[in-house]
């Protein structure tokens, strides 16, 4: 299957970079079970605001990010499945490093992962994978295949198709579906007489693997 993966919060601990660097400077102590809503702006004092972003603009910010533990052997044990694995991410507009510094992080972690398939993008709704797991209410809302929430206290009240706890539940999940079953896209499944056998204005549904698994 093709499955797209977010990074920050879901394969690097990006909160926890993020609140270390707050917490020094403000002198504060927030961890992330303080953070129970996206808008981490609201959960800091007030001197700081949404100064918060701010962090995620200097240089290097995504480069020194640790690791969410279990991701790197999930992907590799994914990726030796036979699973084409995106990792799909949105970039800070107006870092001009950060999808460089991502993109680094993602070859230090992952030396099995295809670069090529590195997507950095804030229209996660758009890209053609079967299944996305990510972190965000907002990405696991609007996504139109299987939205997997991974779970943190961020996106506690997501009522996402599936949700896991941690990575070795999602290799687990992934084991479990039958892609022949996964509903198909229909933009992406419609298929007008380039078929053998099949004539225009069919609709053939194919599953991943290529075969085909219903048509109308
Ligand atoms: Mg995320």
Redesign the pocket.
Known sequence: MRLGI?????CADTVGRWLELYNKEYSDCLTHANIIRWELHEFVKPECGTKLYNYLNEEKFFSGLDPIPGCTEALAELHELGHELFIVTASPRKAPTAAFDKLSWVEKHFPFFDTKNFITTHRKDMIDVEILL???PHNLLTFPGMACAFDQPWNQGVDAEYRVKVWAEFVALINRIDPVNIEPFIPQCECHGYASGHGPGTTVFINPKGSIIDEG
């Open positions: 977010d990074l920050d919060g879901v990510d972190d965000s």
